[in-house]
Structures are given as structure tokens and as C-alpha cells.
């Protein structure tokens, strides 16, 4: 069972880090465009994101593991790549969405890995994996919408 837990704890770190990545890429975001329905879209998954790292952090203090820093390596990559993007091809719709889409290809294939196991991996504990799935869907839907709107920026 304590197995459980800390694999628990393991991968919630993991997937607030990567909200907390996610927040700060959508902040960014709306500084890079005067898109007034990209704005509203980057504020609901601010919203949204801030919501699931709630969730999120009060699992892992249900699981005995303290709430992680709110600095991550693999935002300030992503940043480092909105900024280069932007310094090459501007902030424009195409441009901005491309950097979106590749951060909710980042959460949704960090979720995808954390609830893909085989008989010889530690699970996550049930309940824990029922708020992930859902949260999976919400993430997988908006990594479409998001999608959709980068093939159509053209």
C-alpha cells in the first residue's frame, strides 16, 4: 500500500509542476496576441488549470507528500521556446497557437503516461486515477479545440 502512495505522490508533483508550466504558458500567451477570443480561451484554461492543480495539491496532501515549488524545468523550456518562436515569427495567431499546442501535448502525454501501467508497474491507487481520467478528458479536449484552431490560423 505505501508503494501505492508514493508513486501517488511521485506523480502528482509531476502533473501540478506541469499545471503550473501550463498556467505561466497561457499567461504568456495572451501578452502575444490581441485575439480577443484567443484571450478569453487562454483565461478559461488559466481558470481551469488553476482548478486542477487544487484538486491536484489537495491529493497529495491526502497522500502525505508536501505541494512542489511552483518553478520547473520544463517551463522555463517552454518559455524559451514561445520567445524564440515569437522572435522569429512574430506573435501572430499561427504562431501563438503553435506554442499552445505543443504545451497540451506536454500535459496530456505526461497524463497518458501516468495512468499507463502494465502488470508489473506500481498503480496509482483508484480513486486518484478517476480524478485523472477526468481531468485527462477535459485536457484532451481542449489540446483538440486548441488543435483546430492552429489548422485554421493559416
Known amino acids: 500500500m505505501e508503494d501505492r502512495r508514493e508513486k501517488a505522490r511521485d506523480e502528482l508533483k509531476t502533473l501540478i509542476k506541469l499545471h503550473y508550466d501550463r498556467i505561466q504558458g497561457y499567461e504568456h500567451a495572451k501578452d502575444d496576441t490581441d485575439d480577443a477570443d484567443l484571450k478569453a480561451l487562454f ?3 488559466i481558470q481551469q488549470s488553476g482548478q486542477f492543480r487544487a484538486d491536484l495539491n489537495a491529493e497529495m496532501v491526502k497522500y502525505g507528500g508536501e505541494m512542489p515549488k511552483d518553478n520547473t524545468f520544463l517551463g522555463d523550456i517552454h518559455q524559451a521556446w514561445m520567445d524564440l518562436k515569437a522572435s522569429v515569427l512574430g506573435n501572430d495567431r499561427e504562431a501563438v497557437l503553435s506554442s499552445c499546442e505543443f ?7 505526461a497524463y497518458e ?3 499507463k501501467y502494465d502488470e508489473s508497474d506500481t498503480r496509482i491507487p483508484n480513486e486518484l486515477e478517476r480524478i485523472l481520467n477526468k481531468q485527462l478528458e477535459e485536457l484532451r479536449s481542449a489540446k483538440k479545440r486548441i488543435a483546430v484552431l492552429h489548422a485554421n490560423a493559416d
Open 43 to 45: 483565461s478559461f484554461y
Open 113 to 115: 503516461d501516468v495512468l
Open 103 to 109: 504545451g497540451e501535448q506536454t500535459i496530456v502525454g
